[in-house]
C-alpha cells in the first residue's frame, strides 16, 4: 500500500515585515510536529524548496498593495485549496493602510526621487478584498500557538478554535487590574481580539488594538468612554488608525471622529 500523501503547504509573503512568517518559524518544537505531517511546499523565508502547486493550505501573509499583487494573490487562489490569511497586514491591510487616508502620489513625489518608476495602487488593502479567504488569523504579529491551532484544525478536517473574546477576558485571566477603570488610561482592549496575552495592561499601559477587532465590538461605546476619560476626537481617531487601520468597524470608527 502506498504511503498517504502530505498535504502540501505553501507560505506567501505581499506587502508586510515578514514578523507572521517570523512567529512560524518560532514555533520551533511544534513546527517539527507540523513538519511531520505536513509538507512545506514553498516557503522562502525558511527553504530553498519550491515545489510546485498546487497546494492543499497557503498561509498569506501581507496586503495588496501594486498591481501585481493583485494580479499575484488570484493566481494564489486558484492554486489553493484552502487559502489562510495571517496578520494585520493581509486580515486589515497593515500600518500601510494609513496611506488610503491620503494621497498617494503625494507621498510618492516626496519620498522617491523618480516617482515615476513606482508602480503602487492608491490603497493597501486586505486579502479577502481581492479573493474569497478560508479563515483569517488576526495579530501584529499573529500569536503562534493560534496558528499551530488553524494548521493542526486544517490537518484534523475541523474549524479552528481561536478565541472571539476581547483582550479585556485575558486581563481577568492573567489576574491583570483594569487599566481604565483603576487608572483612567485609555485603553482599546475591550473592542480588541484575544490572542497577545493582555500584554500591554500587564505593565500598566493601555491595548493598542494589535490584534484587531473582537467579533461584534462596540467601537461607539467604547469611544465615549474614552472621551469621559479626557480622550479628544483626535486621539480616537488616531487610537483605531494604526495597525488595524482599515479593518472596516475600526476604519469606520475612526472616521466618524474626523
Known amino acids: 500500500m502506498p504511503p498517504k500523501r502530505k498535504p502540501k503547504l505553501a507560505v506567501w509573503k505581499f506587502a508586510s515585515c515578514d514578523g507572521c512568517q517570523l512567529s512560524l518559524l518560532d514555533c520551533e518544537d511544534e513546527l517539527l510536529d507540523v513538519a511531520g505531517e ?28 501594486t498591481p501585481h499583487d493583485a494580479q499575484r494573490i488570484q493566481k494564489i487562489r486558484k492554486e489553493s485549496d484552502y487559502l489562510v490569511t495571517i496578520g494585520a497586514c493581509a486580515t486589515a491591510g497593515g500600518i500601510q493602510a494609513l496611506r488610503n487616508y491620503k494621497d498617494v502620489r503625494e507621498f510618492i513625489s516626496f ?5 515615476e518608476y513606482i508602480e503602487t495602487l492608491p490603497k493597501s488593502t486586505p486579502i479577502s478584498d481581492h479573493v474569497f479567504v478560508d479563515f483569517e488569523l488576526r495579530g501584529c504579529p499573529i500569536n503562534k500557538y493560534q496558528l499551530v491551532e488553524v494548521i493542526s484544525a486544517f490537518l484534523h478536517g475541523r474549524k479552528p478554535n481561536t478565541p472571539p473574546h476581547s483582550v479585556c477576558v485575558e486581563c481577568k485571566q492573567r489576574g491583570t ?9 485609555p485603553c482599546m ?47 480616537i481617531l488616531r487610537a483605531f488608525r494604526s495597525f488595524n487601520a482599515y479593518a472596516e468597524i475600526f476604519r469606520r470608527e475612526s472616521e466618524a471622529h474626523e
Request: aromatic share 10%.
Open 111 to 115: 519620498v522617491y526621487a523618480t516617482p
Open 38 to 65: 505536513i509538507e512545506i511546499a514553498y516557503f522562502p523565508e525558511a527553504t530553498r524548496a519550491m515545489v510546485k502547486g498546487p497546494y492543499d493550505l497557503s498561509l498569506v501573509e501581507g496586503s495588496v498593495t
Open 177 to 185: 487590574v483594569c487599566v481604565m477603570v483603576a487608572q483612567g488610561t
Open 189 to 235: 482592549g475591550p473592542v480588541t481580539h484575544a490572542g497577545c496575552g493582555a500584554i500591554c495592561p500587564a505593565f500598566n499601559r493601555g491595548c493598542y488594538g494589535c490584534f484587531g477587532p473582537m467579533e461584534s465590538p462596540d467601537t461607539k461605546s467604547l469611544s465615549d468612554w474614552w472621551k469621559r476619560l479626557g480622550a479628544s476626537d483626535d486621539d
